[in-house]
């Protein structure tokens, strides 16, 4: 009573006679407006949760995203008339006092407000539980931009006048968080199908369930500060092994062990660098034995040896596996027993093979219940002594979104272990996911979690993740929108993602390894491939490797020759970048507002992006050298094609492949023959150059070349470590700072920080600074300015 009265006396007090009653907490405060719990709460200085629930009732939802507690921050209250002004270190939050509307500021403008009686409470039967469909509208200025929401197929950069049905499926992911040009973001914490309407008068999330709205609002300074505090709020992403970063070769699928080994000898006798190679399904048997999780396909007669084969030509291997059962498996059999399977129709359908599916024999495979701690733990158990007891090096987790066929809204009401499937549906993908991340780190730290999947929610950064786009048909229009699904994937806090090279269906075209079209379209998927967080070729049907395509001396051949020769190049620079994203929380692939927000012309351009901070890709997304002639496709190199390309503002440019120099702020021509990508530099960018190598870690970088690119001050911060265990959790890693002065024409190469097992003692590296006059691409070894030996002791350059 006392605390009561005394917060009752401190709000007359501030507010006078027209104060309204409200309680100050350790994080915020808290009040009930028009028959609504409001509770306002600090994260950190930059972060807000607000949470609105019916008066009477209470919350207790608990995130499935959300892993950090709210931390004590300074704020001060300040009461005028109906507005109470919540003033803490970075953010100011205005609550009205009178109708709940919610609005947050700056000390220099407002950022983002609720709609004025935007809050709406629906009563709704949650499978026999009384609960609500909610919603909340927030008013965004007319010109600001908005990304992020996962990634879809639409092609589309800013996220403004879009309307999305956020129900998880196979090429569409949804995380319900945007990021805006303003610098700010918004995570609405709901894991129930949702939808989202940007229109002119307003913003709205709907979910179909809800005990209340709960939302969190956090400030950046830019776009990264505001992923930033979405990785703090929902989980920092884990590094990656090194050997991850190489190139990739998977096929829809290896229909024995020795097919599988076969591809990996085939590159090593090509010359061609490969570092993962993935089985797909049914190495299991019939789909009555749907992921069984052993080998009892007759073709995997020895699955021990496929493994050792493949780690001995050092490759490294990882394996289909689903999140569905099928009914003669050990796990359906101790998944039911438990009442952990659902009954909706799922993936395949049939126990046939067959295509189509013949549904008079269904298949009786079913999903399991991911939401249940005791099914991932039984998930684990047979994943562990089937198969990662051999030595398998990570996973492909297909289907987590899940497959969901013949729809209904009833198959909602499933029950799973934390309420209805409806309630918690999106979060399916984070749940089975980190299922597998969890019980592995469990049993070890030397081998880093590497999980490739087909869907994703807020917080699966934390997991290890890859999240693939999905299974897209094969076409120019479906490549160019992999740009803009993966950038607004990396702009939703989740910087790992990657898309099958060369399109997964090829029903667009006849003869596809023959068809010049797909051949151009293939080279330019591995172009734009080469810039992505993970390079693998992929899809079904025909055969994608390489060498399906010609021989060396074959245009095709040659340029996907190339460009995996110059993914290992920048391996280096790839490595480092990864560290970046998880030390610094940064992004590999970067729409360009996150490095020119105040570019007006770069905030929706949806074919180009920066690759880490210093290289800009401009992905081919035209047919230029494919033609018809009387209804077939021929190829014709008659003439050099060219594509335009926006360069942003604000800085100089360099072409990667002439070391012409341009001025920001223009549109180019950049003459784009079959084997080159428009690329160009950043001025004061500095860009470590790896040696040749068949994989990742085939040699040490005792002898890099270091490109330097002039017209402005620079930095690069080159990491290096163990490469595939958690040691750099315990600090067993290093670091080497280069620094060039523009004005004094000098490279500072720091003191090595840190250090770990294997860590190289002396070094050369090779420096160079890149002109037009020595051209470059990718060999500049005879043009070096400057060799410079290196023992971890300060160098000061001169050029």
Known sequence: MKILIATLFFAFIIGGINAQSYKKTDYGVKTVINSENIEINFYNPSTVRVLKYPQGKSYSQKSLSVIQNPQKTDFKLKQNGDELLINGEKLSIYLNLKNGKVSFATQKTVLLSEKEAGTVFTDFNDAGTKTYSVSQSFILDKDEAIYGLGQQQEGKMSKRNVKLNMVQGNTDDYVPFFVSSKGYGLFWDNCSPTFFDDAPEKTTFKSEVGDGVDYYFMQGTNTDGVIANMRGLTGEV??????????????????????????????????????????????????????????????????????????????????????????????????????????????????????????????????????????????????????????????????????????????????????????????????????????????????????????????????????????????????????????????????????DIGGFFLMNFKNPLENPDYRELHVRWMEFGTFCPMMRSHGEGYPRELYHFGKKGNPTYDAIEKYINLRYSILPYIYSTSWDVTTNNSSMTRALVMDFAQDKQALDINDEFMFGKSILVSPVTQPMYSKLKDTVSVEDFSTVKSKEVYLPKGTDWFDFWTAEKYVGGQTVKKEAPLDIIPLFMKAGSILPFGPKVQYATEKKWGNL???????????????????????????????????????????????????FLGMLKQRKFNIVLVSKDKGTGTDLSKKYDKEVLYSGKKINVAL
């Not at 190489?246 to 490969?274: A, I």
């Not at 499933?414 to 049993?443: C, I």
């Not at 930095?715 to 890693?733: C, P, Q, R, S, V």
């Not at 620094?739 to 920080?753: A, P, S």
């Open 238 to 499: 884990p590094m990656f092994p090194l050997w991850t970063y190489g190139f990739w070769q998977s096929r829809e699928r290896y229909k024995s062990q020795d097919e599988l080994v076969g591809v990996v000898k085939k590159f090593r006798e090509l010359n061609v660098p490969l570092d993962g190679v993935i089985q797909d399904w049914q190495y299991w048997g019939n789909n009555y034995l749907w992921n069984a999780m052993e080998f009892l396909n007759p073709g995997f007669n020895d699955p021990q040896k496929m493994v050792n084969d493949v780690h001995g030509l050092n490759a490294h291997m990882i394996i289909s596996i689903w999140s569905s059962f099928g009914p003669n498996t050990k796990q359906f059999k101790e998944l039911n027993k438990m009442g952990s399977l659902f009954d909706f129709k799922t993936w395949p359908e049939s126990g046939s093979e067959k295509f189509p599916p013949n549904k008079d024999y269904p298949s009786g495979v079913k999903v399991y219940d991911a939401y249940n701690p005791a099914a991932r733990d039984l998930y684990w158990k047979h994943l562990n002594d089937g198969i990662f007891k051999l030595g398998m090096d990570g996973w492909w987790m297909d289907s987590t979104e899940p497959d969901h066929l013949d729809f209904k809204p009833l198959d909602l009401d499933a029950k799973t272990y934390l309420g209805s499937f409806r309630k918690v549906r999106n979060a399916y993908p984070l749940m089975t996911v980190g299922g597998v991340s969890d019980h592995q780190r469990s049993v070890t730290s030397d081998k880093r979690v590497f999980i490739l999947t087909r869907s994703v929610f807020a917080g699966q950064q934390r997991y290890g993740s890859n999240t693939w786009t999905g299974d897209v048909v094969a076409s120019w229009e479906t490549l160019k929108n992999q740009i803009s699904a993966g950038l607004n994937l990396s702009l939703s806090g989740i910087p790992h993602w990657n898309s």
């Open 705 to 755: 070349e270091i490109r330097i690119y002039e017209g402005a001050n620079g930095e690069f911060t080159l990491y290096e470590d163990e490469n595939d265990n958690y040691n750099y959790e315990k600090g067993a890693y290093s670091t080497i700072k280069f620094l060039w002065n523009d004005k004094n024409r000098t490279l500072t190469i720091e003191n090595q920080k840190g250090s």
